[in-house]
Protein backbone atom coordinates (compact mmCIF):
# COMPACT_ATOMS: atom_id res chain seq x y z
CA UNK A 1 0.00 0.00 0.00
CA UNK A 2 2.91 2.21 0.82
CA UNK A 3 5.11 1.36 -2.07
CA UNK A 4 7.08 4.47 -4.08
CA UNK A 5 5.64 4.87 -7.69
CA UNK A 6 8.83 6.19 -9.73
CA UNK A 7 6.16 6.63 -12.80
CA UNK A 8 4.56 9.26 -10.96
CA UNK A 9 6.90 10.56 -8.84
CA UNK A 10 10.29 10.59 -10.24
CA UNK A 11 13.56 9.86 -7.61
CA UNK A 12 11.96 8.00 -4.97
CA UNK A 13 11.85 10.38 -1.85
CA UNK A 14 14.89 10.17 0.96
CA UNK A 15 14.14 9.44 4.18
CA UNK A 16 13.43 12.75 6.53
CA UNK A 17 16.04 13.73 8.56
CA UNK A 18 14.31 13.84 11.72
CA UNK A 19 17.69 15.65 14.07
CA UNK A 20 16.66 19.27 12.85
CA UNK A 21 16.00 21.66 15.69
CA UNK A 22 12.30 22.85 16.57
CA UNK A 23 11.91 25.42 14.03
CA UNK A 24 13.52 24.52 10.54
CA UNK A 25 11.17 25.84 7.67
CA UNK A 26 13.34 24.23 5.70
CA UNK A 27 13.06 25.18 1.92
CA UNK A 28 11.51 25.19 -1.26
CA UNK A 29 13.28 25.53 -4.56
CA UNK A 30 16.03 26.35 -6.75
CA UNK A 31 14.12 25.31 -10.05
CA UNK A 32 11.25 27.92 -11.62
CA UNK A 33 8.01 26.28 -11.39
CA UNK A 34 5.65 28.12 -13.53
CA UNK A 35 5.49 31.54 -15.60
CA UNK A 36 3.65 32.59 -12.37
CA UNK A 37 6.25 32.59 -9.50
CA UNK A 38 4.77 33.26 -6.19
CA UNK A 39 7.54 35.61 -4.40
CA UNK A 40 7.56 36.55 -0.44
CA UNK A 41 9.12 38.22 3.34
CA UNK A 42 9.37 41.46 5.95
CA UNK A 43 12.68 42.95 5.41
CA UNK A 44 12.49 43.76 9.14
CA UNK A 45 14.57 41.16 11.72
CA UNK A 46 14.46 39.99 14.71
CA UNK A 47 14.92 42.90 17.21
CA UNK A 48 17.58 40.97 21.00
CA UNK A 49 19.54 43.29 22.95
CA UNK A 50 22.83 42.71 23.11
CA UNK A 51 22.92 40.88 26.60
CA UNK A 52 20.62 38.36 25.11
CA UNK A 53 22.95 38.01 21.89
CA UNK A 54 25.53 37.61 23.87
CA UNK A 55 24.02 34.67 26.11
CA UNK A 56 23.07 32.74 23.34
CA UNK A 57 25.57 32.66 20.41
CA UNK A 58 25.63 29.63 19.18
CA UNK A 59 27.05 27.95 15.78
CA UNK A 60 24.39 28.10 12.86
CA UNK A 61 24.14 29.27 9.41
CA UNK A 62 24.02 32.79 8.29
CA UNK A 63 20.31 32.90 8.68
CA UNK A 64 18.41 35.90 5.99
CA UNK A 65 16.99 37.64 8.75
CA UNK A 66 13.94 39.00 6.37
CA UNK A 67 12.75 34.88 7.04
CA UNK A 68 13.39 35.38 10.99
CA UNK A 69 11.09 38.58 10.87
CA UNK A 70 8.67 37.04 8.31
CA UNK A 71 8.31 33.81 10.68
CA UNK A 72 7.48 35.45 13.42
CA UNK A 73 5.35 38.11 12.06
CA UNK A 74 3.10 35.38 10.04
CA UNK A 75 2.85 33.15 13.49
CA UNK A 76 1.81 36.37 15.46
CA UNK A 77 -0.72 37.23 13.08
CA UNK A 78 -1.84 33.58 12.91
CA UNK A 79 -1.95 33.50 16.67
CA UNK A 80 -4.35 36.35 16.49
CA UNK A 81 -6.51 34.88 14.58
CA UNK A 82 -6.79 31.52 16.18
CA UNK A 83 -7.56 33.55 19.05
CA UNK A 84 -10.49 35.55 18.15
CA UNK A 85 -12.24 31.83 17.83
CA UNK A 86 -10.93 30.98 21.09
CA UNK A 87 -11.50 33.36 23.49
CA UNK A 88 -10.99 31.90 26.80
CA UNK A 89 -9.65 28.81 25.88
CA UNK A 90 -6.54 26.95 26.27
CA UNK A 91 -4.37 27.48 22.95
CA UNK A 92 -1.22 25.89 22.14
CA UNK A 93 0.14 25.75 18.04
CA UNK A 94 3.80 25.64 16.52
CA UNK A 95 3.90 28.19 14.01
CA UNK A 96 6.52 26.06 12.57
CA UNK A 97 4.99 23.38 11.86
CA UNK A 98 2.16 25.29 10.11
CA UNK A 99 4.32 27.57 7.66
CA UNK A 100 6.60 24.45 6.69
CA UNK A 101 3.41 22.72 5.64
CA UNK A 102 2.09 25.37 3.65
CA UNK A 103 5.50 26.85 2.37
CA UNK A 104 5.76 22.85 0.64
CA UNK A 105 2.08 23.61 -0.98
CA UNK A 106 3.42 27.18 -1.96
CA UNK A 107 5.68 25.74 -3.77
CA UNK A 108 2.71 24.23 -6.80
CA UNK A 109 1.09 27.62 -6.16
CA UNK A 110 0.88 30.13 -9.52
CA UNK A 111 -0.48 33.51 -10.08
CA UNK A 112 -2.75 34.95 -7.88
CA UNK A 113 -2.34 32.02 -5.06
CA UNK A 114 1.15 32.12 -5.31
CA UNK A 115 1.23 36.09 -4.63
CA UNK A 116 -1.77 35.08 -1.97
CA UNK A 117 0.43 32.84 -0.29
CA UNK A 118 3.47 34.55 -0.19
CA UNK A 119 1.73 37.55 1.49
CA UNK A 120 -0.08 35.25 3.81
CA UNK A 121 3.25 34.12 4.31
CA UNK A 122 4.70 37.48 5.35
CA UNK A 123 7.38 36.49 2.12
CA UNK A 124 6.12 39.37 -0.24
CA UNK A 125 9.67 41.25 0.49
CA UNK A 126 11.88 38.06 -1.02
CA UNK A 127 11.96 36.56 -4.41
CA UNK A 128 11.06 32.69 -4.32
CA UNK A 129 14.65 32.17 -4.84
CA UNK A 130 15.89 33.68 -1.99
CA UNK A 131 12.89 32.31 0.06
CA UNK A 132 14.02 28.95 -0.67
CA UNK A 133 17.96 29.15 0.16
CA UNK A 134 16.82 30.93 3.37
CA UNK A 135 14.99 27.98 4.25
CA UNK A 136 17.76 26.04 3.85
CA UNK A 137 19.78 27.86 5.74
CA UNK A 138 17.49 27.89 8.69
CA UNK A 139 17.73 24.26 8.34
CA UNK A 140 21.01 24.25 8.91
CA UNK A 141 21.31 26.64 11.59
CA UNK A 142 18.76 24.76 13.90
CA UNK A 143 20.86 21.87 13.82
CA UNK A 144 21.31 21.89 17.46
CA UNK A 145 23.90 19.61 19.18
CA UNK A 146 22.58 20.63 22.77
CA UNK A 147 22.27 16.79 24.52
CA UNK A 148 19.78 18.55 26.72
CA UNK A 149 17.48 19.30 23.54
CA UNK A 150 15.73 17.07 21.30
CA UNK A 151 14.56 18.42 17.81
CA UNK A 152 12.94 15.85 15.63
CA UNK A 153 11.13 17.71 12.03
CA UNK A 154 9.84 15.81 9.48
CA UNK A 155 7.80 16.10 6.42
CA UNK A 156 6.02 13.77 3.68
CA UNK A 157 4.43 13.79 0.96
CA UNK A 158 1.48 11.48 0.66
CA UNK A 159 -0.35 11.60 -2.86
CA UNK A 160 -3.18 9.87 -4.64
CA UNK A 161 -1.29 6.91 -7.29
CA UNK A 162 -2.94 7.74 -10.24
CA UNK A 163 -2.69 11.47 -10.02
CA UNK A 164 0.47 12.46 -12.05
CA UNK A 165 2.40 15.04 -10.10
CA UNK A 166 5.33 17.75 -11.68
CA UNK A 167 8.67 15.94 -11.13
CA UNK A 168 10.08 19.52 -10.63
CA UNK A 169 7.46 20.03 -7.44
CA UNK A 170 8.11 16.93 -5.91
CA UNK A 171 12.32 17.03 -6.43
CA UNK A 172 12.20 20.20 -4.66
CA UNK A 173 9.84 18.78 -1.54
CA UNK A 174 12.87 16.03 -1.29
CA UNK A 175 15.66 18.30 -2.18
CA UNK A 176 14.82 21.36 0.11
CA UNK A 177 12.53 19.49 2.69
CA UNK A 178 13.76 16.24 3.10
CA UNK A 179 10.71 14.93 2.91
CA UNK A 180 9.64 11.30 1.99
CA UNK A 181 7.31 11.37 -0.88
CA UNK A 182 4.55 8.62 -1.19
CA UNK A 183 2.25 7.12 -4.07
CA UNK A 184 -1.02 6.03 -2.07
CA UNK A 185 -4.02 3.95 -2.87
CA UNK A 186 -6.30 6.69 -1.64
CA UNK A 187 -9.39 4.15 -2.24
CA UNK A 188 -7.22 1.46 0.45
CA UNK A 189 -9.14 1.76 3.44
CA UNK A 190 -5.89 1.57 5.38
CA UNK A 191 -4.52 4.98 3.65
CA UNK A 192 -5.50 6.88 6.69
CA UNK A 193 -3.91 4.53 8.87
CA UNK A 194 -0.51 4.36 6.87
CA UNK A 195 -0.22 8.58 7.14
CA UNK A 196 -1.30 8.74 10.84
CA UNK A 197 1.24 5.88 11.87
CA UNK A 198 4.16 7.87 9.81
CA UNK A 199 3.10 11.46 12.19
CA UNK A 200 2.54 9.27 15.29
CA UNK A 201 5.74 7.70 14.84
CA UNK A 202 7.45 11.09 13.81
CA UNK A 203 5.93 12.76 17.02
CA UNK A 204 6.95 10.03 19.47
CA UNK A 205 3.63 8.71 19.88
CA UNK A 206 2.21 12.43 20.88
CA UNK A 207 0.39 13.08 18.04
CA UNK A 208 -1.44 9.92 17.07
CA UNK A 209 -4.05 10.92 13.89
CA UNK A 210 -4.06 14.07 11.62
CA UNK A 211 -6.19 12.57 8.71
CA UNK A 212 -9.55 10.88 9.80
CA UNK A 213 -10.67 10.22 6.34
CA UNK A 214 -10.08 10.06 2.80
CA UNK A 215 -12.56 11.79 0.33
CA UNK A 216 -12.80 10.27 -3.54
CA UNK A 217 -11.57 14.15 -4.71
CA UNK A 218 -8.27 14.54 -2.41
CA UNK A 219 -5.35 13.85 -4.21
CA UNK A 220 -2.16 15.05 -1.69
CA UNK A 221 -1.38 15.50 1.80
CA UNK A 222 1.47 17.41 2.72
CA UNK A 223 2.42 16.83 6.37
CA UNK A 224 4.47 18.49 8.76
CA UNK A 225 5.85 16.90 11.79
CA UNK A 226 7.68 18.84 14.44
CA UNK A 227 8.54 17.35 18.37
CA UNK A 228 10.54 19.01 20.66
CA UNK A 229 12.16 18.19 24.11
CA UNK A 230 13.83 20.27 26.07
CA UNK A 231 15.60 19.97 30.12
CA UNK A 232 15.53 23.30 31.87
CA UNK A 233 19.03 24.83 32.14
CA UNK A 234 17.93 24.45 36.09
CA UNK A 235 15.52 22.25 36.98
CA UNK A 236 12.90 23.06 39.47
CA UNK A 237 13.12 21.08 42.43
CA UNK A 238 9.89 18.70 42.53
CA UNK A 239 10.64 19.16 46.66
CA UNK A 240 9.54 22.56 45.95
CA UNK A 241 6.42 21.78 44.00
CA UNK A 242 2.75 22.49 45.73
CA UNK A 243 -0.92 23.52 45.36
CA UNK A 244 -1.44 27.02 45.37
CA UNK A 245 -4.37 29.17 44.45
CA UNK A 246 -4.70 29.58 40.13
CA UNK A 247 -7.81 32.41 39.48
CA UNK A 248 -9.68 31.27 36.33
CA UNK A 249 -10.54 34.30 33.86
CA UNK A 250 -13.81 34.46 35.66
CA UNK A 251 -12.68 34.48 38.75
CA UNK A 252 -12.73 30.89 39.54
CA UNK A 253 -10.18 29.64 41.70
CA UNK A 254 -8.54 26.20 41.71
CA UNK A 255 -6.09 24.41 43.50
CA UNK A 256 -3.42 23.32 41.40
CA UNK A 257 0.45 22.14 41.38
CA UNK A 258 3.00 24.85 41.52
CA UNK A 259 6.03 24.84 40.89
CA UNK A 260 8.76 27.15 42.49
CA UNK A 261 12.78 28.09 41.99
CA UNK A 262 14.59 31.40 42.51
CA UNK A 263 17.30 32.30 40.36
CA UNK A 264 18.73 34.60 37.63
CA UNK A 265 16.52 34.96 34.11
CA UNK A 266 16.18 37.23 31.39
CA UNK A 267 13.41 39.87 32.40
CA UNK A 268 11.25 42.96 32.06
CA UNK A 269 8.09 44.33 33.28
CA UNK A 270 6.28 45.99 30.71
CA UNK A 271 3.12 48.04 30.79
CA UNK A 272 0.55 46.21 32.59
CA UNK A 273 2.78 42.36 32.28
CA UNK A 274 5.57 41.20 33.44
CA UNK A 275 7.61 38.51 31.30
CA UNK A 276 10.39 35.39 31.93
CA UNK A 277 12.83 33.66 29.87
CA UNK A 278 13.88 30.42 31.14
CA UNK A 279 16.35 28.86 28.74
CA UNK A 280 16.67 25.07 27.98
CA UNK A 281 20.00 23.67 27.76
CA UNK A 282 22.85 25.72 26.56
CA UNK A 283 20.00 28.64 26.31
CA UNK A 284 19.73 28.89 22.26
CA UNK A 285 15.83 27.88 23.18
CA UNK A 286 13.49 29.56 26.55
CA UNK A 287 10.59 29.28 26.68
CA UNK A 288 8.62 32.82 27.11
CA UNK A 289 6.13 33.52 29.96
CA UNK A 290 3.81 36.37 29.43
CA UNK A 291 1.99 37.13 32.77
CA UNK A 292 -1.03 40.06 32.07
CA UNK A 293 -1.80 42.33 35.44
CA UNK A 294 -4.27 40.48 37.60
CA UNK A 295 -7.36 41.99 36.51
CA UNK A 296 -6.06 42.30 32.92
CA UNK A 297 -7.36 40.44 30.01
CA UNK A 298 -5.31 37.34 28.51
CA UNK A 299 -7.29 37.89 25.48
CA UNK A 300 -6.77 41.90 24.96
CA UNK A 301 -2.99 41.12 25.65
CA UNK A 302 -2.64 38.78 22.85
CA UNK A 303 -4.94 40.94 20.41
CA UNK A 304 -2.05 43.90 20.86
CA UNK A 305 0.60 41.37 19.85
CA UNK A 306 2.36 41.49 16.69
CA UNK A 307 5.18 42.15 14.94
CA UNK A 308 6.74 45.29 16.11
CA UNK A 309 5.56 44.70 19.68
CA UNK A 310 7.32 41.06 19.99
CA UNK A 311 10.62 42.71 18.86
CA UNK A 312 10.31 45.60 21.29
CA UNK A 313 9.85 43.08 23.81
CA UNK A 314 12.70 40.58 22.84
CA UNK A 315 14.97 43.78 22.90
CA UNK A 316 13.87 44.72 26.71
CA UNK A 317 14.61 41.50 28.57
CA UNK A 318 17.87 42.11 31.53
CA UNK A 319 18.82 39.58 33.65
CA UNK A 320 17.71 39.66 37.02
CA UNK A 321 17.37 37.76 39.95
CA UNK A 322 13.64 36.84 41.25
CA UNK A 323 11.75 34.09 41.90
CA UNK A 324 9.43 32.33 39.43
CA UNK A 325 6.31 30.40 40.57
CA UNK A 326 4.55 28.27 37.50
CA UNK A 327 2.14 25.57 36.99
CA UNK A 328 2.80 22.41 35.99
CA UNK A 329 0.36 21.31 32.91
CA UNK A 330 -0.39 19.73 29.77
CA UNK A 331 -2.31 20.18 27.03
CA UNK A 332 -3.23 18.73 23.87
CA UNK A 333 -4.47 21.30 21.38
CA UNK A 334 -6.51 20.69 17.71
CA UNK A 335 -8.11 23.21 15.09
CA UNK A 336 -8.71 23.40 11.39
CA UNK A 337 -6.85 26.34 10.12
CA UNK A 338 -9.43 27.47 6.85
CA UNK A 339 -11.04 30.44 8.04
CA UNK A 340 -7.78 31.80 9.87
CA UNK A 341 -5.60 31.36 7.12
CA UNK A 342 -8.39 32.93 4.40
CA UNK A 343 -8.50 36.15 7.02
CA UNK A 344 -4.47 36.49 6.50
CA UNK A 345 -5.28 36.83 2.55
CA UNK A 346 -4.96 33.00 1.76
CA UNK A 347 -8.57 32.51 1.14
CA UNK A 348 -8.37 32.11 -2.92
CA UNK A 349 -6.47 28.99 -1.94
CA UNK A 350 -9.24 27.48 -0.48
CA UNK A 351 -11.80 28.29 -3.62
CA UNK A 352 -11.91 25.74 -6.02
CA UNK A 353 -12.80 27.98 -9.44
CA UNK A 354 -10.07 30.59 -8.43
CA UNK A 355 -6.98 28.72 -6.87
CA UNK A 356 -4.06 27.94 -8.99
CA UNK A 357 -1.50 25.27 -8.00
CA UNK A 358 -0.56 24.36 -11.69
CA UNK A 359 2.87 24.04 -10.23
CA UNK A 360 1.71 21.26 -8.86
CA UNK A 361 -0.04 18.34 -11.20
CA UNK A 362 1.06 17.28 -14.35
CA UNK A 363 -2.35 17.69 -16.10
CA UNK A 364 -4.53 20.58 -17.04
CA UNK A 365 -6.72 19.67 -13.53
CA UNK A 366 -7.71 22.59 -11.36
CA UNK A 367 -6.63 21.78 -7.73
CA UNK A 368 -7.55 23.80 -4.41
CA UNK A 369 -6.52 22.96 -0.81
CA UNK A 370 -9.47 21.52 0.78
CA UNK A 371 -8.55 21.45 4.60
CA UNK A 372 -5.21 22.54 6.91
CA UNK A 373 -5.40 20.62 9.62
CA UNK A 374 -3.17 21.23 13.03
CA UNK A 375 -2.71 19.45 16.38
CA UNK A 376 -0.26 19.73 19.06
CA UNK A 377 1.02 18.32 22.36
CA UNK A 378 2.78 20.01 25.54
CA UNK A 379 3.50 19.21 28.92
CA UNK A 380 5.87 21.32 31.00
CA UNK A 381 7.02 19.73 34.64
CA UNK A 382 10.17 20.44 36.84
CA UNK A 383 12.37 18.59 33.91
CA UNK A 384 11.59 20.65 31.47
CA UNK A 385 8.91 20.90 28.51
CA UNK A 386 7.95 18.05 25.53
CA UNK A 387 6.01 19.43 22.90
CA UNK A 388 4.77 18.21 19.84
CA UNK A 389 2.46 19.26 16.51
CA UNK A 390 1.63 17.92 13.15
CA UNK A 391 -0.31 19.90 9.95
CA UNK A 392 -1.52 18.54 7.21
CA UNK A 393 -2.66 20.15 4.29
CA UNK A 394 -5.16 18.28 2.12
CA UNK A 395 -5.57 19.05 -1.80
CA UNK A 396 -8.41 18.11 -3.66
CA UNK A 397 -9.57 18.45 -7.57
CA UNK A 398 -12.10 20.21 -8.66
CA UNK A 399 -13.91 17.84 -10.07
CA UNK A 400 8.72 51.90 28.40
CA UNK A 401 10.98 50.26 30.23
CA UNK A 402 10.32 50.09 34.25
CA UNK A 403 13.93 48.55 35.71
CA UNK A 404 13.93 46.22 38.78
CA UNK A 405 16.56 45.29 40.84
CA UNK A 406 14.42 42.00 41.79
CA UNK A 407 11.23 40.55 40.94
CA UNK A 408 8.64 38.10 41.88
CA UNK A 409 6.38 36.60 39.35
CA UNK A 410 3.85 34.09 40.24
CA UNK A 411 2.29 32.53 37.42
CA UNK A 412 -1.38 32.04 39.02
CA UNK A 413 -4.02 33.56 36.90
CA UNK A 414 -4.51 33.57 32.98
CA UNK A 415 -0.72 33.93 30.71
CA UNK A 416 0.93 33.70 27.10
CA UNK A 417 3.80 31.72 26.45
CA UNK A 418 6.06 31.03 23.44
CA UNK A 419 9.06 28.61 22.79
CA UNK A 420 11.65 30.48 20.62
CA UNK A 421 14.86 30.03 19.38
CA UNK A 422 17.13 32.64 20.75
CA UNK A 423 20.03 32.69 17.71
CA UNK A 424 17.37 33.30 14.96
CA UNK A 425 14.40 34.74 16.57
CA UNK A 426 11.97 31.86 15.56
CA UNK A 427 8.75 31.17 17.21
CA UNK A 428 8.60 27.39 17.47
CA UNK A 429 5.45 27.10 20.08
CA UNK A 430 3.25 29.65 21.50
CA UNK A 431 0.13 28.93 23.35
CA UNK A 432 -2.23 30.67 26.29
CA UNK A 433 -3.12 28.52 29.74
CA UNK A 434 -6.56 29.98 30.94
CA UNK A 435 -6.84 26.58 32.48
CA UNK A 436 -3.76 24.58 33.72
CA UNK A 437 -5.80 21.70 34.39
Known sequence: MRKRNSALFGRSGRAVSAGLALLALIGCSRVGMSSDKPSG???????????????????????????????????????????????????????????????????????????????????????????????????????????????????????????????????????????????????DPGAPAAINDWVSRKTHGKIGKIVDQIGQDSILFLINAIYFKGKWTDEFEKAETTDQDFTLAGGKVKKHPMMSRTGRYPYFKGENFQAVSIPYGNKRVSMYVFLPEKGASLDEFVKGMDGAAWDGWMSRFRETKGDIVLPRFKLEYEITLNDALASLGMGVAFDPDRADFSGMLQEGRRAFISSVKHKSFVEVNEEGTEAAAATSVEVQTTSARIERDTFRMVVDHPFFFAIRDNQTGMILFMGSINDPS
Open 41 to 187: ANNNGAAASEAMKEENKSTGGNVDPRLSAASTKFGLKLYSEIGKQSAGKNVFISPASVALALAMTYNGAGGETGQAMARGLELSGMSLEEANRAYAELHKSLQSLDPKVQIEIANSLWGRKEMKFRPDFLDRAKEFYGAEVTSLDFN
